[in-house]
DNA sequence: AGGGATACTGTACAAAAAAGCAGCCCTGTA
DNA sequence: TACAGGGCTGCTTTTTTGTACAGTATCCCT
């Protein structure tokens, strides 16, 4: 057992707490499933049976080093006195929540870390297909297509689309230069893309992006991409 | 504090499991709430301590108390070796969750366990004020306030509403008989509600309701009440 | 080469916690 | 009136747990 490796910088699991060893990631993971399968934590003796510890102090060192890293957090003189701390809980409590998703970084895929606002307690199956990420509408373009400003919508994550589907596009804001999510309606003609707002009034107008010039599979800056299709939305209040 | 009633025939609080004594309950919702702040059950002492008990026995009676009505499973020689059991954990996962409303059986209060349809995955508090159960809506008669046929729409319980609140009302069937909810506009002039859909089609029209004769706060069959105001919508698929 | 981290073994002790026994006071019921 | 059950007090005993201290070995970085 003790040739087990333990380089502090193997590449992590995915789902794993960054900066963890793997036999950190194996301690966590085990409370994780204590907690879901007895409904309460492990003691040190519990965790040293596990994995085959003669001593429980060993599970006791790794508990500390858990708590260094702020992934639990120990209540001195409790049994069983350990909590999952946010962070070490998400791929728990994820499970039925969304990401929303704000502003997009520079040349970032959509769903990274950096982009999400904040988690939202909504099952992503409630919507058809499955949501993968909220994003809230600004502005008035898809009113006709009921969906109005400040509507929460939920996004299918997805490449491509077909011909008259709303999708959720990404395109640098004219102005900042910054990447943004607007909802449209999405049709390909050919070489031409063009992204059709639902709004009879003048002021909107359809987007039109020429992919011969650069575009799509371009290695070049592409000046959009659709992050996804739209599948459904959440609104709030009267 | 030992002339407290401990009738076991005494009515049981809404939420309670049936069966237990008032006390029982207290413990058990104790049980419950200890899970969701700590994240681990309590020890005897916590209960003693709690209820100002001097012999922590009279915890571990509870505790068998419990576990002989089925609502816990006390594991031997754990420490805080207590499991909520499936019907005592509702109240618990129910917390990030929604009943979903269909029919309404005859009489019975709105959010009564027999009408509930299903539970959903959505924070109630994403809704505005918070929601307390969903409908979905069936029909176009709201369409023009953009809540459309299929929509699930979060509601607010509560028995009254302000003029130009779109409500959940709770009528009688026309042909049936059966209760049913309704969304629609509420609007009071004197003794006369109207109930006004939001479409301009010639074929919906408002519903006009005489509290007079016999209606709210009388004795007979009310013909209508309100069950909650309109607090937000969810909507599935593009 | 040395400091520091990870990853353990082994021992020891005190506090925390479970669990049993005996008994008291009520109240509703047979 | 006897009896059962809920709700408690008090006390004892035995486990279960947390936690500290002393070491060993390996690996990484400086």
Redesign the interface.
């Known amino acids: 057992m003790s040739p087990t490796a333990t380089d502090p910088s193997s590449p992590e699991r995915a789902g794993a707490a960054a900066g963890l060893t793997e036999r950190q990631n194996e301690i966590l993971e085990f409370i994780r499933q204590s907690?879901r399968e007895?409904?309460?934590?492990p003691?040190r003796d519990d965790i040293a049976i596990r994995f085959g510890f003669r001593s429980k102090n060993a599970a006791q060192d790794h508990l500390k080093a858990l708590a260094r890293h702020g992934c639990i957090e120990i209540?001195p003189g409790?049994?069983?006195?350990?909590?999952?701390l946010r962070d070490a809980d998400e791929a728990l409590s994820h499970q039925?929540e969304l990401p929303l998703i704000g502003r997009i970084a520079a040349g970032s895929p959509v769903t990274a870390a950096a982009n999400i606002d904040t988690w939202?307690?909504?099952?992503p199956e409630?919507?058809?297909p499955r949501a993968d990420f909220l994003h809230r509408v600004a502005g008035h373009s898809m009113k006709e297509a009921?969906i109005?400003d400040g509507d929460l919508v939920g996004i299918h994550a997805q490449a491509d689309a077909d011909n008259g589907?709303?999708v959720a596009a990404v395109l640098p804001h004219p102005k900042t230069g910054d990447d943004e999510i607007t909802l449209k309606r999405y049709f390909r003609r050919g070489r031409k893309v063009i992204l059709q707002p639902e709004n009879s009034a003048p002021a909107y107008r359809p987007i039109e992006i020429d992919l011969a010039a650069g575009g799509e599979g371009s290695q070049e800056q592409a000046p959009f991409r659709i992050a996804g299709?739209?599948?459904?939305?959440?609104?709030?209040?009267?």
């Open positions: 907690l007895s409904g309460y934590p003691t209540i409790d049994a069983r006195g350990i909590r999952l039925f939202l307690r909504i099952d409630l919507f058809h009921n109005l589907q709303i299709i739209y599948a459904g939305l959440i609104r709030s209040g009267g």
